[in-house]
């Protein structure tokens, strides 16, 4: 009996922790720096980019729940995406959403949507919605201007501080980083990507957490667009 007891008890417990976490209060848009993302990656970023792609880029928008793990994977594997049903957004999405991951775009939309987009339904209740919505508030919310209007612009030999990321972002921001070696010994941190955040209306608020992977101690470079943006410099 007893055995019967605790084993229904962590059924519960069980259940009530996979109820808590399709739960969420915030939303992330995430974005990205493909220089700094793809310089010496491994694996090697591979799809190329379109020419006109020389600004910060969708990486997702995503639900969250301040405080403990965000929901994902909603509709598990029931969940499709046709993207011949978003006519409209398609070029928008080839322009500010691209990967260069093996696969292409529409396996990278689709994975997005399918551990993200699904878990937000109650707000953005189809696909269009959902990358609509992403697509909106990367405009409204200009990752170059902010940067470059507080003289962050992407230069391989000068460096910036997290303070004066800070104040170009005027809320706080999530901020993630990679470390790569240089041949001559020296190392470079580079921010790949941040996310702003946003309550359930979509309007701006400062992100609970400012920093993933990123050493504020040290200075960060933004590296610029080239042909190859995997070559040395």
């Known amino acids: ?14 259940t009530l922790a996979s109820t808590d976490t399709t739960t969420y209060d915030t939303f992330k ?7 700094n993302s793809c310089y010496k990656a491994s694996p090697a970023c591979i799809s190329p980019l379109p020419r006109v792609v020389k ?57 997005e949507y399918c551990k993200h987009g699904t878990c937000c339904t109650d707000e953005l209740q189809s696909p269009h919605d959902y990358f609509n919505t992403a697509l909106s ?11 470059r209007s507080a003289g962050i612009v992407p230069d391989p030999r000068e460096f910036y501080t997290f303070d004066q990321l800070d104040k170009a972002m005027k809320k ?11 041949k001559d010994g020296s190392s470079r941190q580079l921010v790949d990507q941040i996310s702003v955040c946003m309550d359930k209306k979509l309007a701006w608020i400062d992100c609970s957490a400012q920093s993933k992977t ?10 610029p667009f080239k042909r190859d943006i995997t070559d040395e410099l």
Request: include cysteine; proline fraction near 5%; hydrophobic fraction near 40%.
């Open 1 to 14: 009996t007893m055995l019967v007891f605790l084993t229904s008890l962590l059924l519960l417990s069980h």
């Open 55 to 111: 600004y910060w880029t969708i990486h997702g928008l995503w639900p969250s729940k301040r405080g403990s793990a965000d929901p994902v994977d909603c509709a598990g594997s029931s969940c499709h995406l046709n993207v011949s049903r978003l006519p409209d957004l398609v070029d928008m999405m080839r322009q500010r959403w691209p990967t260069y991951e093996s696969g292409g775009d529409a396996q990278f939309w689709k994975y």
């Open 214 to 223: 990123c050493n504020r101690d040290k200075p960060f470079y933004l590296l």
């Open 29 to 35: 848009l995430v974005r990205q720096w493909y220089p």
């Open 137 to 147: 508030l990367n405009h409204k919310l200009d990752m170059d201007k902010l940067l």
């Open 172 to 182: 706080k921001a999530t901020y993630w980083c990679r470390t790569v070696a240089e």
